[in-house]
């Protein structure tokens, strides 16, 4: 009878359920894990990290007025300044592709 594979197979559930019965049972005996402090402690820390990090200067943006039209202005101005400077590099290039002889 211990050949058979439903026999294997029902064994294998008893032994999992009892497992994880203990394991449970185990745990909400010894309750491990954080204490609300210590949760507290890391979800401040977390915090301060976010308010440092690139998500929290833009986060504080959307409530800072000022900053944001400049980012906006700044945004805008991006792409002729980028042309600008270009045509400008040419032109200096050209210029001193000129004054081979001095």
Do not use: C, Y
Not at 4 to 33: D, E, N
Request: glycine share 6%.
């Amino acid at each position: 009878m211990m050949q058979k594979k439903w026999l294997k197979i029902f064994i294998w559930f008893i032994t999992s359920f009892f497992f994880f019965l203990a394991s449970g049972v185990v745990i909400s005996i010894f309750r491990p894990g954080p204490t609300e402090a210590e949760v507290m402690r890391f979800m401040m820390g977390m915090m301060s990290a976010m308010d440092n990090s690139m998500m929290g200067v833009a986060m504080n943006l959307e409530n800072h007025g000022p900053l944001k039209n400049i980012l906006i202005m700044s945004s805008s101005l991006i792409l002729p300044v980028i042309v600008l400077s270009i045509i400008i590099g040419i032109l200096v290039r050209n210029l001193k592709r000129g004054d081979k002889n001095v």
